[in-house]
């Protein structure tokens, strides 16, 4: 691993955060993979020798639970998924160079190979936990068969997660209010023996990483915190039967996320053993046995930071392997503005998108350049709409079809003329722009660079207007000439975006060449003769989006009833309102309380936490920094302006290293902000 800027000499890996082979994919996990993909196309357009691996996460307690629920092995069910994943991805142009499965034999090999160098350094030892166990059923509860409430910011939790809060990896024990997910009763914890890995002695270590790793501010920043706090050694093996046995033992498995990242290893080797070592050699790249490695950026989900910025490089480390070079973590993706919900089909699912009959390069450029890296992305179908109508049909598919269209009935393909200075200049410059883009992992921009090349070339052909010059003259040759050799630069700029499209612009303009293997000077290769083409993209009409739209709504309210009648209680009371508090505070008590009209000046969300989001209230007297959790509850940008009630004498907290001076009342888990319904002035006291 280098540093240096791309393309370097050595070899690149790029990966992406493993899919648990325990559902359907949907767009939200299509987002990784379509990103993942766009980094590594973009890499080779660099010039830089890449590999884009992955694999299917067959192991942990989800798969566990979930083919138990089906009446299959753990292997039968995840390996059904696995399969499906394999056929999925290539629907939408990702194209993997290895997809294999941790639960192979050289992710196995690999597995134990890493867990033997780490006991070999002295970086495992054996110690009593707490295991939460579930008495009635007398057996141990790991990871997601048991659920509570977070230690560390009181949210609901998985075992193993804080998913719904702080997001923090949880070690057995930590948990409180453990309940059992096999019962749905209290379970106890008991003292069990396993196995650790010393990660509190890299501490040193991972801070200096921190400092030099490339990607997303997120991935760099978040880890920070946990190192600062100090950081806790890490449970690797679970009391389970599904999964890499540990080493000599036989009744512990390793916990999955000691495999799940290995299978990147394992599946490079994998690739460099169809290929040969001579074309792409795997060792070169995880730099075995302590070489300096190639580079290895990994595109991961903001919720899987921690495992790649704490214990995956800490594990690399120890084992005398090369750390990662950048590590990008995406934001979340929103389904109208609400929390993606699988469980209330608020969801657009990948199968669902193709069977639309929507071509994948549409759903791909939406979400890549819909944001930046680390930004949520909201998805709706009329945004989606507006970027494929606005820029791919009127933007690059209008320009290069009239280009193409007028060359060919003109011309019949390629004119005999020179590109013009002032075009090869615009098409560096697009080239340039890209390639800064690439370097740092900005995928939007690099996207944006061939749509705004595509705009200059409508802006080209409408200035000089070919149809007004005599029929066959030098004059209008140059004009289109100009124009298809722009058409040939957006191609390959979009093509790690867009690949499907990018190789229909090449046939259509008779150049016998793969547009996927070329480099950015490919930019100004020369056209060949050609006949009229098709249109690139097609437009999606306002009656096919209020379909779409009726068709989401109608399965989000199907599977809410759906999932009413399954809990729906007759002895029960039906309100779902928490009961009121028995115990009652006194009048003085109340009249302490300074509760203040306040208006929102300004809002911004905070760095490396999902939900919290840092105001500016001004409540008259003084304007307070506030912070809320209202992230993915509300629209952040259109918070600015609001009236807002303000408990004022709250003690100040500080959260995810943000001071708090106050909160801001909100009602229900919707986060409904109260507010005033007059004109009360900010800094009015509520009586």
């Known amino acids: 691993m280098s540093h240096e800027e791309f393309p370097t000499d050595g070899p690149a890996v790029v990966t992406c955060g493993l899919p648990y082979a325990n559902g359907d994919l949907h767009i939200g996990h299509l987002r990784g993979y379509t990103a993942a993909d766009a980094v590594n196309r973009s890499l080779k357009k660099l010039g830089q020798q890449s590999a884009?691996?992955?694999?299917?996460?067959?192991?942990?307690t989800p798969v566990a639970l979930n083919s138990a629920k089906e009446g299959v092995s753990p292997e039968e069910y995840a390996m059904e998924y696995h399969e499906k994943y394999a056929e999925t991805f290539p629907k939408f142009n990702v194209e993997f160079d290895n997809y294999g499965h941790t639960h192979d034999?050289?992710?196995?090999?690999?597995?134990?190979?890493?867990?033997?160098?780490?006991?070999?350094?002295?970086?495992?030892?054996?110690?009593?936990?707490?295991?939460?166990?579930?008495?009635?059923?007398?057996?141990?509860?790991?990871?997601?068969?048991?659920?509570?409430?977070?230690?560390?910011?009181?949210?609901q939790a998985r075992g193993d997660e804080c998913d719904e809060g702080c997001g923090r990896h949880l070690e057995p024990g930590e948990i409180e209010d453990p309940v059992s997910t096999l019962t749905g009763n209290p379970a106890e914890y008991r003292e069990r023996e396993h196995k650790y890995f010393a990660v509190s002695e890299l501490a040193d270590y991972l801070s200096e990483f921190?400092?030099?790793?490339?990607?997303?501010?997120?991935?760099?920043?978040?880890?920070?915190?946990?190192?600062?706090?100090?950081?806790?050694?890490?449970?690797?093996?679970?009391?389970?039967?599904?999964?890499?046995?540990?080493?000599?033992?036989?009744?512990?498995?390793?916990?999955?996320?000691?495999?799940?990242?290995?299978?990147?290893?394992?599946s490079t080797k994998q690739y460099s053993e169809r290929v040969g070592a001579d074309e792409y050699d795997w060792e070169e790249v995880w730099g075995r046995d302590g070489g300096d490695g190639g580079e290895i950026v990994h595109v991961i989900g903001r919720d899987i930071i921690q495992h790649h910025t704490i214990f995956w490089p800490a594990m690399l480390h120890a084992t005398d392997h090369a750390e990662p070079r950048s590590v990008c973590a995406t934001g979340f993706v929103t389904i109208d503005g609400k929390g993606l919900s699988t469980s209330r089909n608020r969801a657009i699912w990948a199968e669902e998108y193709l069977d639309e009959g929507f071509h994948p390069d549409l759903l791909r450029y939406y979400l890549t350049t819909m944001g930046g890296f680390q930004q949520d992305l909201d998805f709706t179908w009329e945004r989606f709409q507006e970027r494929v109508n606005g820029e791919l049909v009127g933007t690059v598919g209008n320009f290069v079809y009239r280009s193409m269209l007028f060359a060919a009935r003109n011309f019949d393909g390629t004119p005999d003329a020179d590109v013009s200075d002032?075009?090869?200049?615009?098409?560096?410059?697009?080239?340039?722009?890209?390639?800064a883009a690439v370097r740092d992992y900005d995928v939007r921009n690099a996207g944006d660079a061939a749509v705004e090349l595509a705009q200059f070339g409508n802006e080209y052909i409408q200035q000089h207007e070919p149809w007004q010059l005599e029929d066959g003259s030098d004059e209008q040759a140059q004009v289109i000439r100009d124009c298809l050799q722009v058409a040939t630069a957006v191609a390959v700029l979009?093509?790690?975006?867009?690949?499907?499209?990018?190789?229909?612009?090449?046939?259509?303009?008779?150049?016998?060449?793969?547009?996927?293997?070329?480099?950015?000077?490919?930019?100004?290769?020369?056209?060949?003769?050609?006949?009229?083409?098709d249109e690139l993209f097609e437009k999606i009409e306002d009656d096919r989006v209020d379909e779409l739209d009726a068709a989401l709504e109608e399965k989000i309210a199907e599977a809410t009833a759906d999932d009413?009648?399954?809990?729906?209680?007759?002895?029960?009371?039906?309100?779902?309102?928490?009961?009121?508090?028995?115990?009652?505070?006194?009048?003085?008590?109340?009249?302490?309380?300074?509760?203040?009209v306040g208006r929102i000046e300004s809002a911004e969300g905070v760095e490396g936490a999902d939900k919290l989001v840092r105001l500016s209230v001004d409540i008259g007297v003084?304007?307070?920094?506030?912070?809320?959790?209202?992230?993915?509850?509300?629209?952040?940008?259109?918070?600015?302006?609001e009236k807002v009630i303000v408990l004022a004498n709250l003690e100040k907290a500080e959260l995810f290293g943000v001071e708090?001076?106050?909160m801001v009342l909100a009602a229900g888990d919707q986060a409904d902000l109260l507010t005033t319904k007059e004109d009360a002035e900010p800094g009015t006291k509520v009586l």
């Open 105 to 155: 034999e050289t992710n196995t090999e690999i597995t134990r190979e890493f867990v033997e160098k780490l006991e070999a350094a002295g970086y495992v030892y054996e110690d009593e936990i707490l295991v939460a166990w579930d008495p009635e059923e007398d057996q141990p509860l790991p990871d997601r068969y048991v659920e509570g409430t977070c230690p560390y910011c009181g949210e």
């Open 52 to 60: 884009y691996v992955c694999g299917s996460d067959m192991h942990g």
């Open 494 to 533: 979009l093509e790690p975006t867009c690949p499907g499209k990018a190789e229909t612009v090449w046939a259509q303009l008779g150049i016998d060449a793969d547009v996927h293997a070329a480099e950015t000077d490919a930019v100004h290769t020369e056209p060949g003769a050609f006949d009229e083409p």
């Open 622 to 641: 003084e304007t307070r920094q506030i912070v809320a959790g209202l992230k993915q509850l509300h629209d952040v940008e259109e918070l600015a302006g």
């Open 210 to 266: 921190l400092d030099r790793v490339e990607g997303t501010s997120n991935a760099r920043n978040q880890p920070r915190e946990w190192i600062e706090e100090g950081l806790k050694d890490w449970c690797i093996t679970r009391d389970m039967d599904w999964g890499i046995d540990y080493p000599g033992e036989e009744d512990l498995v390793l916990y999955v996320w000691v495999d799940a990242p290995i299978e990147y290893v394992s």
């Open 564 to 596: 009413e009648d399954e809990t729906e209680d007759p002895e029960m009371d039906e309100s779902d309102l928490e009961p009121l508090i028995d115990e009652r505070i006194d009048f003085d008590t109340f009249e302490s309380l300074d509760i203040r």
């Open 422 to 435: 002032e075009v090869r200049a615009r098409i560096d410059d697009a080239v340039e722009q890209f390639e």
């Open 660 to 662: 708090s001076n106050g």
